[in-house]
């Protein structure tokens, strides 16, 4: 990974390795669940790459996702926390995380009890884990879908809380602005008096200017006649 990524370059890779991931399980649990031991023991009949070594194959490479996902989330760890939202954004991956983790755990598990019961019964009792894995690989199906649900639920959640952010920074802004408007208006009133006060001095240096006029005229006129 580079060495100066954005919190939205980490974030789009820890999704992007989390679908990966999920998509890988639940071929994984899948495999798991149908992997069969050869019933023959004749060399040339065996494949050369049986269900066994496609799934340990398979969980090296989940092992390396999860690994590149966890070194992700913890250089998600060390960006600067800017609100409740990236707080329940970097939970939500770590939980992710843990579930996907817990999830290969499992079928790894549920994969090893089913190696060990195929070599205690060995193939006469073969017939018997079919309904099993059957039944299992629903169950797995099913708790994979209530696995997806509930990320998309949180990321809406996760969405729903970045909003509110925004609607209330904005909320914030457009008060400060109403508070400049109001400053603004509380001003105008001293600028309309100061203006009419202007106004009246012209209008009686005006009144003045022609009394003054009219006298002088009056005078010449009296002057002339005279």
Aim: proline residues 2%.
């Amino acid at each position: 990974m580079a060495a100066a990524l954005s919190y939205e370059d980490l974030r789009k890779q820890a999704r992007q390795l989390e679908n990966e991931i999920d998509l890988k399980l639940v071929a994984f649990s899948k495999l798991g669940a149908g992997i069969k031991s050869p019933v023959s023991s004749n060399a040339d009949t065996v494949p050369l790459l049986s269900g066994e070594d496609t799934f340990e194959t398979m969980s090296l490479e989940i092992e390396d996702l999860l690994s590149r996902l966890t070194q992700v989330n913890e250089r998600l760890s060390e960006q600067p926390v800017s609100g409740a939202a990236m707080l329940h954004t970097l939970q939500r991956h770590r939980e992710i995380l843990a579930d996907l983790a817990r999830e290969y755990r499992k079928t790894n598990s549920l994969r090893e009890i089913q190696r060990q019961r195929e070599d205690l019964l060995g193939n006469s009792e073969s017939f018997r884990t079919d309904g099993v894995n059957n039944r299992r690989d629903i169950y797995l199906k099913e708790n994979q879908h209530i696995h997806n649900s509930d990320r998309l639920v949180n990321e809406q959640i996760s969405i729903a809380m970045e909003t509110r952010e925004h609607l209330t920074s904005q909320r914030q802004s457009l008060k400060r602005l109403q508070t400049r408007f109001n400053d603004i208006s509380n001003r105008y009133p001293l600028i309309n008096s100061l203006i009419q006060r202007i106004n009246l001095r012209k209008r009686r240096d005006s009144i003045i200017l022609g009394l003054v006029i009219s006298l002088c005229t009056i005078l010449l006129l009296i002057y002339t006649f005279s």
